[in-house]
Each structure stands twice: as structure tokens, then as C-alpha cells.
């Protein structure tokens, strides 16, 4: 009895919903490669799709669930640059960890030191950039900018800028040295064309309130943008995914990380052990179901390639 009354309102129901099903799975499928999240005739799948006729039926308001979403159609709510400074002979190995989780970052590097002892040599830098990360300017010797001239400043800025070119890279941001930064350095970076720049500092290591977790996505200082500080021996896992956990419950945002030797056992104040970083990226590599991605500075705030003044530089 019962199945002869309802049957002809459940095919009229179920019909239209495999059809539905069946569009969803062919929209999904072919953006993320047909992972098998849509291919389930969910209300959910159907209507954060198609749900135009038949939504309100099939699902209750329910909040979609973001990993039905395709990636490519994402745009990540929160953006983590992870950056490598001084062109430590570990960033070709810090790079590599980072292809196999299937991320990028930015190693800035300090031109007149390639090729001396525990750095980087120019062909290796220029195989890092190679494997699709970016790399950027950070003077030509490491100088402390607010140590110097503004007109020094310039000239130590643009000059690496300049090598780096030379060398066929695209070079679009920059690192201030230990973070010193003054107004008349970020005009410098500016001059030497450079489309943004970051600091070390500024946004909260430890627990507090009302304090900067994020930059904006659109960063308001696009030339001193800010960091929870260098990554440091003693910055645990723990430490660094309550980084990034802070800036997810706060709305999002972009949260630059400053890394700067990688080894094995630790070397140092400013290191992070390999595997840290390791079970780090792998964490990392998977929140973006949470709406979190990876990406280079650079990708981040954007803009073209600026040409650097002639030497001797302008004024
Ligand atoms: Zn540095």
C-alpha cells in the first residue's frame, strides 16, 4: 500500500535529482579532477551546484561544505607566504621539501653573497626559481638600511635588484634586512621597483587581544609588510600552526612566516629543524578545506615586473 502511494512521488522527486546529481559531478569533476566528492548525490552537492529549482527540496539551509567546493574556484580566505631569507646553502633543500607537499615560497636573497661560504651559488638560486619558487631582493651584502643613508639605501637596494635581473630572474619583492626599515627605505624599495616589501615583526607571537594575527589580504603597508617575528629554533610546530590557526578564526588574511636556516639538528638561533618544517608543510598542505592556501609574496600583492633605474641609481 504504501509503496504504491509513494512511489510515483519519490520518482518524481528522485528524477530530477539524479539528473542534478549527474550536471554537479560533470561541473565538479572536471575542475577537480573528479575527486568523487560530488559524484555522491548529496542535497549538499546538488544544490551548492544546480540548486536552483529543486534546492529547496533536497537541502536544508545547511552550510555548504567547503570541500565540495573545486579548488580552482577557491579563492583562499587565508594566504601563507613562507620565506626564506639570505640565501642559505639549505634553501635548495628547504625548496625541495617544499615541491614534494606541492608548495611554493620566496627565498630572498642577498646578490653580492652568492657563491660565498654557506650560501647559495647562482646556479642554484637560479634553480630554485626554476622549480616555480619566487625569489627576492635583500640587498646586496645584508646592510642594515637604517643604518644608512637614504641615498646608500637606494644604491644597496637597487644594486642587487639589478644582479638579480641580470641573472634572469623576476624579482618583484623585497626583504628588509633584520627588519630595519625607515620611511626613506621603503621609498628606496619602491624606486627600485619593487612592488611590495616585508619586515620581521609586528603581528603577534603569543596569546592576546585585539592584536594583528593577519595582515589584510591587501596589505595597508604594502612596503613594510609584517610577520609574527623570525621562525627561530625554539618556534615549535604547535607554535606555528597556532599562527595559522589564529589567522583562519580571524577572518583570514595573509600571514608571511620569515624562515631562515633549515637543518637537520638545528643550527642556531634563527633555524628551523628539517623536520619541523616536515610535519609543518604536511599539516599545511591540507588546510585548504579550511580555505587556507600557500602562495608566493609576490603572487600575493601582485603587479608587473618594474624595471630598476640605470646605475648610478636615480637622484
Ligand atoms: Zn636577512
Not at 23 to 48: D, I, K, L, W
Not at 49 to 61: K, L, Y
Not at 105 to 117: A, E, P, R, V
Request: hydrophobic share 40%; charged share 20%.
Amino acid at each position: 500500500m504504501r509503496r504504491t502511494l509513494w512511489a510515483p512521488l519519490a520518482l518524481s522527486v528522485l528524477v530530477p535529482l539524479v539528473f542534478q546529481a549527474q550536471a554537479a559531478h560533470a561541473v565538479t569533476g572536471a575542475a577537480s579532477g573528479g575527486t568523487g566528492v560530488a559524484a555522491v548525490a548529496t542535497p549538499e552537492a546538488g544544490s551548492v551546484r544546480a540548486g536552483s529549482t529543486h534546492g529547496t527540496t533536497a537541502a536544508p539551509a545547511a552550510k555548504p561544505r567547503p570541500k565540495a567546493t573545486p579548488k580552482s574556484r577557491t579563492r583562499p580566505r587565508t594566504v601563507v607566504a613562507l620565506t626564506f631569507d639570505d640565501g642559505d646553502r639549505s634553501h635548495t633543500m628547504a625548496a625541495k621539501l617544499l615541491e614534494r607537499h606541492g608548495l611554493r615560497g620566496t627565498f630572498y636573497i642577498n646578490s653580492g653573497d652568492l657563491g660565498t661560504k654557506g650560501k647559495l651559488t647562482r646556479a642554484q638560486a637560479a634553480a630554485i626559481a626554476k622549480a616555480g619558487h619566487e625569489i627576492g631582493g635583500h640587498t646586496v651584502n645584508h646592510e642594515r638600511l637604517t643604518d644608512l643613508a637614504p641615498e646608500e639605501q637606494t644604491e644597496t637596494i637597487c644594486a642587487d635588484r639589478r644582479a638579480l635581473l641580470g641573472m634572469g630572474l623576476t624579482v618583484r619583492t623585497f626583504a628588509y634586512p633584520y627588519g630595519a626599515v625607515d620611511a626613506s627605505a621603503r621609498q628606496a624599495a619602491r624606486d627600485c621597483g619593487y612592488n611590495a616589501a616585508r619586515t620581521i615583526g609586528g603581528i603577534a607571537q603569543g596569546p592576546c587581544r585585539d592584536c594583528v594575527v593577519a595582515e589584510p589580504t591587501r596589505p595597508e603597508r604594502v612596503y613594510e609588510i609584517r610577520t609574527p617575528g623570525s621562525v627561530r629554533e625554539s618556534t615549535t610546530l604547535a607554535d606555528m600552526k597556532r599562527y595559522v590557526l589564529r589567522a583562519e578564526q580571524s577572518g583570514g588574511g595573509l600571514l608571511p612566516l620569515a624562515f631562515h636556516k633549515v637543518c637537520a639538528r638545528g643550527c642556531g638561533t634563527f633555524s628551523v629543524r628539517t623536520a619541523v618544517l616536515d610535519q609543518f608543510l604536511g599539516w599545511l598542505a591540507k588546510r585548504e578545506r579550511h580555505g587556507t592556501a600557500v602562495r608566493t609574496l609576490a603572487d600575493v600583492t601582485g603587479g608587473r615586473v618594474r624595471p630598476v633605474p640605470e646605475e648610478p641609481a636615480a637622484l
